[in-house]
């Protein structure tokens, strides 16, 4: 008979281990824990930084707030079906498609001889830009290669590329390029999986003719992404995929002295946590707890709900419109899509934790993005240019989490995105009166029009704080989240100690 702490105890144990899960594999260092330095092992792969990096470049990473992934590659043209059968997985993982699972015969045979039909004659790489701005977005992360192994830009060390299809123009450059013209700043995704390479393993070889060949695959994935670096120098950092696999997870001296040679090579050169492994296999963070990388990627379709689980570090959170479909799907039917409001509430929760949000699009064969995703973006758009100050640059803002929505902060500006509107009308703020700023003015961002403050001390709680009132117009209403500004100003400490407690 189980007794009640055993009951608890064994909750907390599935819930720990659905934490853990993280495409299908256990991944313990993404919720590791910083040991003390007593404590501490000593590493020769680990990571190469404790704190966060301070330079201009990852500053200006920190500040985008917004940001769009797109997925494309030759998986667009079956779009998750074929033959009239549906594939039951993610779009851009149909070349895994096995007979076994309801796949036609001979399916990656076919799959392989697709890029002969790649030809995106609606493709419109400043198209894709302008939606962007228009959404908002400060950065782009670009698919130049997925699993597959399908290149999208003429690459030397393959024929599988597409200089080889109908289309032949060298997609990763129209892209970079229509992107900066923007001003929009891209990253170059990379998926260290390719099951084209004849050489690539997901297990570690055993045999020695397979343990060479996979030395062959570890130079031609290294001498691609030199290339990529060097093909596209305004590129601001790499963002790697597929980085699991045991086979790269044994590389932990090789892929420590490439990121050496990537970072040498490309000086401010941005990478995340998920391009390798320490000597005992820990991704993301190593042995000791320490980030690997500059920010945390451990937040993929998933949001911290505490400023504390981000344990002080960079991090961004890439998130499909559909539950888990990153490449062009032709059906468009879900368990359900995301609206422009979820996204915008998850934009606003990330950005009031100090992380980056990005949104995923999957074009279709002929390039082009799903209407009804472009009608996501313009909404988010339409949504960003009222109240992008309230994203831009922020951070947290040492406050608890309000009801009513989420809170950012910059310089001595919070900012309130409101998406539970009191039916009274009345937004209580509370802050601790021995606070260093205090609320002065506050006004809606949209119109900048005043609205009445003032603060109180109603008894709410023993945490000793003041509360300041805010009162929206009796005729006020919005369908859509909302932003109040309250200035802070540090001279307005009349109000500490103003009240007199009971000596009790």
Known sequence: ???????????????????????????????????????????????????????????????????????????????????????????????????????????????????????????????????????????????????????????????????NTPFKKDIVKEVVDAYDAEGIDVYLYFSIIDWNHPGYSSGIPKAEKDSLAYEDFKQFTRNQLIELLTNYPSAKGLWFDGSWDAAWIEQAAWTDELEKELRAFRPGLIIGSRFRADEYGKRHFDSNGVLMGDYEQGWERKLPSTIEQTKGNDWDCVMTIPPNQWGYNSDWSSSYIKTPYDLIAMLLQANSLNGNFVINFGPDGKGRIRPEEGDIAKQIGEWMRVNSEAVYGVTYAELPKPDYGYYTKKGNKLYLTVFNKPVNNIIRVAMAKTAEQKPSKAYFLADKKDLKLVSHNIGLDRDNNLYYDITLPDDFSSDMPFVIVIDLDEAAKKDQGNYRDALT
């Open 1 to 163: 008979m189980l007794t009640t702490y055993n009951l608890q105890m064994k909750k907390l144990f599935f819930i720990s281990i659905s934490a853990l899960l993280f495409f299908g594999i256990f991944s313990k260092e993404l919720m590791a824990q910083e040991q003390p330095m007593a404590q501490r092992i000593t590493l020769q792969y680990g990571s190469h930084r404790e704190g966060k990096r301070m330079d201009a470049e990852m500053q200006r990473w920190r500040e985008y707030g917004l940001g769009q992934f797109i997925h494309w590659g030759v998986y667009a043209i079956p779009g998750g079906h074929w033959e009239g059968k549906s594939y039951n997985g993610a779009a851009e993982w149909i070349r895994s498609w096995s007979e076994k699972s309801g796949a036609p015969a001979g399916w990656q045979k076919t799959y392989d001889n697709l890029y002969k039909q790649f030809n995106p004659t609606d493709f419109d790489a400043k198209a894709w830009a302008r939606q962007a701005k228009d959404m908002g977005a400060k950065y782009v992360i670009f698919t130049t290669k997925h699993h597959d192994g399908f290149c999208l830009w003429p690459s030397k060390y393959t024929g599988y590329t597409i200089k």
